[in-house]
């Protein structure tokens, strides 16, 4: 037969797009079309107007708030309300105010974000280091510009750099800011947009500095040598690898390791925290500390707490006697976000691409593009002062017969000729004349002609010098090299990020095996578990349990052995022995459902001793159905403690019973009726939830009651029952086959 050919996909359009509800011609369009009209403009809108941040350090939703800020005279002016900020700055950004207010948020002194802040706030901000600590609403806080801004705004009134219309062309805005400093590695800044991402991490504004002027000195210079490492606003230390931090500044991508810092106070026997990584929050440190904790992986703590107040961030850990607390955070920092990678991925806008850069081609780029600002900033102030000295010209002119110009005006009949006759009488322009005819009546003495002679020379000299600066490209640097070092003079700060070395770092060891000893295991049917070794066992009396719990499962195994518990969830738990505590038979032992953080209301109900994984397990259901299972589908590669769809959920579950070999067993229903099975007639599978095959055939109101070795049923007449093939009905109990309520297989 001739397979029939797949037509392509099309999407169907009304033949005229601006009429809607009217039927049009149908066009056939590929779909590669569509997405290629449809979806890549906003793919590239993402990136370029949103998510990817560009050469000045900024993101337009930041650069919108703070030129709005900027233009409400908050740079030197009193703070006012954030939400009179976030109204104005809606003029330029219609996402919403609860956008423009998380931006601000971030760009605020209180919330440490950065390491220099562009927001003085007062208020509360929320912090950086605080999953669950929100920010006040934007009525009660109040903001203005921070200092630093001024090297941001600068030459803005100097054209410096474009301004383009807002969404609704109603007013202009910068497409960038003039920043003087690279601040494109000092504010941390990170992004996601459509199949791209960006990631970078902030360094020390001296540092970033010394580098940029080094660079300008020298196109050769050793980056590293001057740029020491990221600087994190939540300090830390960096685990510094040389090796890796190169390959960082070389190729833009890469990652560093931040743990925390923390001391010791001997006196209380606590640890105090007070430094995070930068990645990470004080309540991802609480939960996974709390999980460790309850898997029995940390037994040196006894209390861990938040005290965080207004002196700033504090976790205090309450140590148990004789602990050590070098040997405790050394465990911490490896099994806790205490210690955490800070990734970095330096992708940016240049000329509206995104490119990943190493530091030394993003200062270049920033180098060229603060290049360009300066030289157009000159150029603004040269046709400044040339306008200046254009009209002062004029003046010159007019001021040496000053007798003539006063007689012009005043034989000049009407006001519109005066003008028309001082170009005349003078041979000067229309500008310099409307100039000198505005010129005061007290103006005209000898003191003022002399100032403004030696004013055109001085102005003489000042074009000169700026025509120079523009010819030589060594003095524009030069000028990008003083507003550096200005800079750095004014707003750098020692580092919050402390740095060690790799071979200064103690890690942690995980202690070796746990010493292996016989135990027996206890299992009561309300999810108690009990490991007592045989010298107590020897010594102990009778077991004790809760009010209404007894024995379900006792089993003699070793310290060292794997145990799985399956629920009522058909889910299994996985872990080993050795990480319950010896126990006594006076003792109710570890409540399983809260130490393997079980879901809330499961239920423990059958233990299993795996092994080496040989050998199978038995699931019988209410249906009839059995499913054998080999007990190597439960064994995973990974240390997985939980696993999901242990046993079939579409009939309730009977009975689990290990096989370590063939046997045959007895399954009796509710009706009463026996059925004598061997499990060779079972084929093992290796899906854990597989339904199994019908074992027993049942009448509709009668199910499959209890499941037992056929030498433990009772049986008297064991032929009477057996049978060869499945799925079969059984035959009825009779009373001598019945006997005494038999108990399920342990």
């Keep these: 037969m001739a397979k029939k050919k797949t037509e392509p996909k099309t999407v169907h359009r009304p033949a005229d797009p601006n009429v809607m509800g009217l039927r049009g011609t149908v066009v056939e369009q590929p779909i590669t079309r569509t997405l290629d009209e449809n979806y890549m403009p906003y793919a590239m809108s993402v990136i370029v107007s949103r998510a990817i941040p560009e050469i000045d350090g900024f993101k337009p939703s930041h650069r919108k708030l703070l030129y709005t800020m900027y233009k409400m005279g908050l740079l030197t002016g009193n703070r006012t309300k954030s939400a009179n900020i976030v109204g104005q700055t809606m003029r330029l950004n219609p ?9 601000m948020v971030r760009l605020a002194k209180g919330n440490e974000s950065l390491l220099h802040p562009f927001v003085d706030s007062k208020g509360n901000f929320g ?10 609403a934007s009525r009660y806080t109040e903001a203005k510009l921070a200092p630093i801004c001024a090297e941001l705004f600068r030459d803005l009134d100097c ?10 062309n109603s007013m202009k805005e910068p497409s960038l800011l003039p920043t003087t400093f690279p601040n494109v590695l000092v504010s941390a800044n990170q992004g996601i947009a459509v199949g791209m991402a960006s990631q970078i991490c902030g360094f020390n504004l001296g540092e970033v500095c010394d580098t940029t002027v080094a660079l300008l000195k020298n196109p050769d210079h050793d980056v590293a040598s001057t740029l020491l490492a990221p600087d994190f606003p939540t300090g830390g230390q960096i685990i510094c690898d040389p090796a890796e931090l190169r390959e960082l500044y070389r190729t833009g991508r890469g990652g560093v390791k931040v743990r925390s810092r923390w001391r010791y106070d001997k006196q209380a026997n606590l640890i105090e925290i007070y430094e995070i990584p930068y990645s990470t929050s004080i309540e991802a440190i609480l939960d996974k500390v709390a999980e ?16 965080t107040d207004l002196s700033g961030l504090k976790l205090a850990i309450d140590l148990k006697r004789s602990v050590d607390p070098e040997k405790l955070m050394t465990k911490l920092f490896r099994l806790t976000p205490l210690q955490d990678t800070v990734s970095c991925n330096f992708n940016i806008l240049i000329a509206g691409m995104p490119r990943v850069m190493g530091v030394g081609e993003i200062l270049n780029e920033w180098t060229a593009w603060r290049t360009e600002c300066v030289r157009r900033r ?18 010159k002119r007019i001021l040496l017969d000053i007798d003539k110009a006063i007689a012009i005006i005043r034989e000049t009949e009407e006001e519109a000729e005066v003008i028309p006759n001082l170009m005349i009488g003078f041979g000067i322009d229309q500008v310099q004349a409307e100039y000198v005819a505005e010129i005061k009546l007290r103006n005209i003495n000898k003191e003022y002609i002399l100032k403004r002679v030696r004013e055109t020379e001085d102005l003489q000299k000042e074009i000169a010098d700026l025509e120079d600066t523009l010819a030589k490209p060594a003095r524009i640097r030069k000028i990008i090299v003083d507003e550096l070092e200005q800079v750095r003079k004014k707003y750098a700060v020692p580092r919050r990020t402390e740095i060690v070395y790799g071979h200064e770092v103690e890690e942690y060891v995980e202690d070796s095996q746990p010493e292996d000893y016989p135990v027996t295991v206890f299992l009561s049917r309300e999810g108690y578990f009990k490991k007592i070794t045989p010298k107590s066992l020897r010594m102990s009396g009778e077991q004790k349990f809760k009010e209404g719990d007894s024995l379900l499962q006792q089993m003699e195994t070793s310290n060292n052995a794997e145990v799985m518990f399956f629920t009522d969830r058909c889910q299994v738990y996985k872990t080993r022995v050795s990480e319950f505590g010896d126990g006594k038979a006076s003792a109710l032992g570890d409540y399983l459902p809260g130490r393997l953080a079980m879901d809330e209301g499961e239920r423990v109900i059958f233990m299993v001793l795996p092994g080496d994984y040989s050998g199978c397990l038995l699931f019988f259901y209410e249906n009839g159905k059995a499913a054998r299972v080999e007990l190597s589908a439960y064994a995973t590669v990974s240390n997985r403690r939980k696993l999901t769809g242990a046993y079939s959920d579409k009939s309730p579950l009977v009975c689990i019973l290990p096989l370590p070999e063939d046997r045959e067993l007895a399954l009796v229903s509710t009706e009463p009726r026996a059925l004598l099975v061997h499990t060779s007639l079972l084929a093992p599978k290796t899906t854990r939830n597989v339904q199994g095959v019908a074992v027993m055939t049942l009448k509709p109101k009668y199910h499959l009651d ?4 056929a030498e433990d049923s009772g049986i008297v007449n064991l032929p009477r029952y057996r049978t060869r093939t499945i799925p079969a009905a059984g035959a009825i109990l009779k009373p001598e ?10």
């Design 292 to 307: 460790l904790i309850k898997a029995g992986k940390i037994t040196e703590i006894s209390d861990m707490r938040d005290e």
């Design 706 to 709: 209890r499941v037992v070795p």
């Design 127 to 136: 912090k950086v280091y605080s999953r669950d600590m929100a920010y006040a």
């Design 95 to 103: 996402h919403g105010d609860q956008a423009i207010y998380e931006t």
């Design 378 to 395: 000159v150029y603004f102030v040269l046709s400044r002062k040339k306008d200046k000295l254009h009209l002062l010209l004029g003046l």
């Design 737 to 746: 086959d019945r006997g005494e309520e038999q108990l399920t297989l342990l």
């Design 159 to 168: 054209d410096a750099v474009d301004f383009v219309d807002n969404y609704d």
